[in-house]
């Protein structure tokens, strides 16, 4: 784990991967990049990870049949329209993959396609049409062109989201990165909103599923801004074998190990910069579990904890209202001991005992107070009933977040 | 069912009830009245339904064990503290059923014991011992004295809740009605917020149990402010007999669907008022379910909608963003086929079709804007494959309600 190292970048670090973002006139907001298109010099191999909401964005549904091989080369991505709910969707979508075939010579379907935005607004290929030809002649191997896909692809996120990092395997130094964007109807299950990786690491198709399964339910999945989950979630990661590793075939073993902590790293990275940039959010807020019976029981109290509306306002207030952390543990659905539950809450400023025992204990609220003004909080919950722990982000509710919604579409 | 009238009062509407509620002391302000009391005349059959979570209240532990035989005679109920994670926390439960023995010579054992406030703060007897003389004192049996209960049962509520019905029953005329409180971490499940219920009619301990789980299950069950279910969540009913009927003894039979009528019309009321009076709300939210499959898949599906967090967000801001209803059935873990959903959005200025067959439709803005600018919305949604339905009640989320509950407790 000591050997994975945070490098700058993300969709271009890893060696030969291209990308961009332009203004193609999906947004009406003409200065701001709406479309993102990440190439690989070669075919990769690829794995992706879907929304399990039944009503299904068409750019997940003509994703879905295009990476069933194991084989992509590129991704496009909109945003300002999340190509959902409209009777022309799928011809959109695959549209938007014939471009990517006719400009750049990848084939139609070898391309991952994603959307993200409104709901069951109308949409035409026309935008797309008219300036292919501006986002293909951008494409670059550089940080740049990286930084302009992780832009491309926002929608009310308010920072672009980038993460790389280097790490030794098999002999051959690897690299792995992504880009991602968050920020409300952040719920994932089983998938998430969209982040898109790249690697220059040999693996099988096979084991990059698995690895990719694997980490998506120990991070994004462990992931809350709102309870909603989205429509057109997807995770997608293209290794393409440039690093010259001796390819990874199996789901276990020194080189798949180093993989999955890589990735882990990557995507738990990636996750606590979602959260913190959670709509109208001004705090990260994440739930450490331990001493679970069991892992999916640590998971439930975790997700429970940051998920409770009322603990998230009470952390915007810097409200030491532990209360609340002890009531969501209680409908959590977990099998828990609540007498044995103690709490602290935590922060860069330190640290604050607030519950032993399921029952309270006395504390200063001054000191609570100024640990919890703190943009970073942690609330640690010890079962005392086993060994097993799960780690959940979620952000303070604030004023934003219902300002943002209250009149995200019109 | 149209034998049912509604009637001025709550508490105290039913033969043989006297209510009050004072300040007494828990709550700082000494304005507001923080202890509620109702008493009947002769000992009731009673039944009650508590909060799933696993952090109980100590209050909620003793009424389990006072009214395990079916019988009751008093309520006695404090605001301002939910005496739950405290160490002596059974203590005070008992001793505020004791003092109700000494001051008014109910039995403690017949008490159903409540309160509702913070979680977590430390209690003693000391206000209700010193100030009991003047709660049992201000005793009476009318429309005042149960108003006055309503009001020291109030936590974050903005108005005082009561309804009582009318109906006959086996030829006499018989009266239910009731008080609650709300407004927020209230997300009842098969138990509510506080929910205080009298009836003068008879009917025996397991059938009002069962009328009672019955109706809860499809009104108090189906409210959601916040999504956070509480740790003191009781529905209580005493049926103290004086209205003279044949005793209901059978959970069937025309007289038992007449008390489970009229118990409905009372509970479903209050539903809508606690949801129109959640914290910091502006708006009732409802949600109607047609055509679905099974009873469970309609309201998984109704409680998801009026759950949803952006959803809400939207309502606030009167944004037809219906593409969030679409998201919400998507991910309530419903048995749906998302092409046949049809949606309406409604309210006291009009209807407005915005999905047919899961996709959008095109409708005036302008129009949907005026309909939702309206304090009561409706969403009415079509699955169109089968027969059953279901109503869920909720609200929109607002400035206010992070305003409140960012800085609850402090």
Same mark, same amino acid.
């Given at each position: 784990?000591?050997?994975?190292?945070?490098?700058?970048?993300?969709?271009?670090? @890893?060696?030969?991967?291209?990308?961009?973002?332009?203004?193609?006139?999906?947004?009406?907001?003409?200065?701001?990049?709406?479309?993102?298109?990440?190439?690989?010099?070669? %075919?990769?191999?690829?794995?992706?990870?879907? +929304?399990?909401?039944?009503?299904?964005? $068409? %750019?997940?549904?003509?994703?879905?049949?295009?990476?069933?091989?194991?084989?992509?080369?590129?991704?496009?991505?909109?945003?300002?329209?999340?190509?959902?709910?409209?009777?022309?969707?799928?011809?959109? $979508?695959?549209?938007?993959?014939?471009?990517?075939?006719?400009?750049?010579?990848?084939?139609?379907?070898?391309?991952?396609?994603?959307? +993200?935005?409104?709901?069951?607004?109308?949409?035409?290929?026309?935008?797309?049409?008219?300036?292919?030809?501006?986002?293909?002649?951008? !494409?670059?191997?550089?940080?740049?062109?990286?930084?302009?896909?992780?832009?491309?692809?926002?929608? +009310?996120?308010?920072?672009?989201?980038?993460?790389?990092?280097?790490?030794?395997?098999?002999?051959?130094?690897?690299?792995?990165?992504?880009?991602?964007?968050?920020?409300?109807?952040? $719920?994932?299950?089983?998938?998430?909103?969209?982040? &898109?990786?790249?690697?220059?690491?040999? /693996?099988? %198709?096979?084991?990059?599923?698995? @690895?990719?399964?694997?980490?998506?339910?120990?991070?994004?999945?462990?992931?809350?801004?709102?309870?909603?989950?989205?429509?057109?979630?997807?995770?997608?990661?293209?290794?393409?074998?440039?690093?010259?590793?001796? %390819?990874? =075939?199996?789901?276990?073993?020194?080189?798949?190990?180093? &993989?999955?902590? @890589? !990735?882990?790293?990557?995507?738990?990275?990636?996750?606590?910069?979602?959260?913190?940039?959670? =709509?109208?959010?001004?705090?990260?807020?994440?739930?450490?579990?331990?001493?679970?019976?069991?892992?999916? +029981?640590?998971?439930?109290?975790?997700? @429970?904890?940051?998920?409770?509306?009322? !603990?998230?306002?009470? /952390?915007?207030?810097?409200?030491?209202?532990?209360?609340?952390? !002890?009531?969501?543990?209680?409908?959590?659905?977990?099998?828990?001991?609540?007498?044995?539950?103690?709490?602290? &809450?935590?922060?860069?400023?330190?640290?604050?005992?607030?519950?032993?025992?399921?029952?309270?204990?006395?504390?200063?609220?001054?000191?609570?107070?100024?640990?919890?003004?703190?943009?970073?909080?942690?609330?640690?919950?010890?079962?005392?009933?086993?060994?097993?722990?799960?780690?959940?982000?979620?952000?303070?509710?604030?004023?934003?977040?219902?300002?943002?919604?209250?009149?995200?579409?019109?």
């Amino acid at each position: 784990m000591s050997e994975i190292t945070f490098i700058a970048g993300g969709a271009t670090a @890893a060696q030969g991967f291209s990308a961009t973002g332009e203004h193609m006139g999906i947004r009406r907001n003409r200065t701001r990049r709406d479309v993102a298109l990440i190439v690989s010099e070669v %075919p990769a191999n690829a794995a992706c990870v879907y +929304t399990q909401n039944l009503v299904k964005g $068409a %750019p997940i549904l003509v994703t879905q049949k295009h990476v069933e091989n194991g084989i992509a080369q590129a991704v496009i991505c909109n945003s300002g329209n999340a190509n959902t709910c409209n009777a022309n969707g799928i011809e959109i $979508a695959e549209g938007m993959c014939s471009l990517v075939e006719q400009y750049i010579g990848v084939k139609a379907e070898d391309v991952i396609v994603a959307s +993200t935005g409104v709901i069951g607004q109308p949409m035409t290929l026309e935008p797309f049409q008219k300036n292919f030809g501006k986002l293909a002649d951008s !494409l670059e191997d550089t940080p740049a062109g990286g930084t302009r896909a992780a832009e491309a692809i926002m929608t +009310t996120d308010t920072v672009s989201k980038e993460v790389a990092v280097r790490f030794p395997l098999g002999g051959k130094t690897c690299k792995l990165g992504g880009i991602a964007k968050g920020s409300g109807m952040i $719920a994932p299950n089983m998938a998430t909103m969209l982040c &898109f990786l790249t690697t220059d690491a040999a /693996i099988s %198709p096979v084991a990059l599923k698995r @690895a990719l399964t694997t980490v998506t339910a120990d991070t994004f999945n462990m992931l809350s801004v709102d309870g909603d989950t989205s429509t057109n979630d997807m995770v997608s990661i293209m290794a393409n074998g440039m690093a010259g590793n001796t %390819p990874i =075939e199996a789901c276990m073993g020194t080189d798949y190990e180093a &993989f999955v902590a @890589a !990735l882990y790293k990557v995507c738990e990275k990636l996750c606590a910069i979602m959260a913190k940039d959670g =709509e109208g959010a001004t705090k990260l807020l994440v739930c450490e579990v331990t001493g679970a019976k069991s892992t999916a +029981t640590a998971k439930l109290v975790a997700k @429970a904890v940051i998920k409770s509306t009322l !603990l998230k306002a009470a /952390i915007f207030g810097a409200d030491a209202n532990w209360g609340r952390v !002890l009531c969501a543990i209680g409908y959590a659905g977990a099998d828990v001991d609540v007498s044995k539950v103690d709490v602290n &809450f935590r922060s860069n400023r330190g640290l604050i005992p607030v519950c032993r025992g399921g029952a309270g204990v006395a504390f200063s609220e001054e000191t609570a107070k100024e640990i919890l003004m703190d943009d970073e909080i942690t609330v640690q919950v010890a079962l005392n009933s086993g060994s097993a722990t799960a780690k959940a982000w979620g952000c303070d509710l604030t004023y934003d977040y219902v300002k943002i919604n209250g009149d995200y579409r019109t």
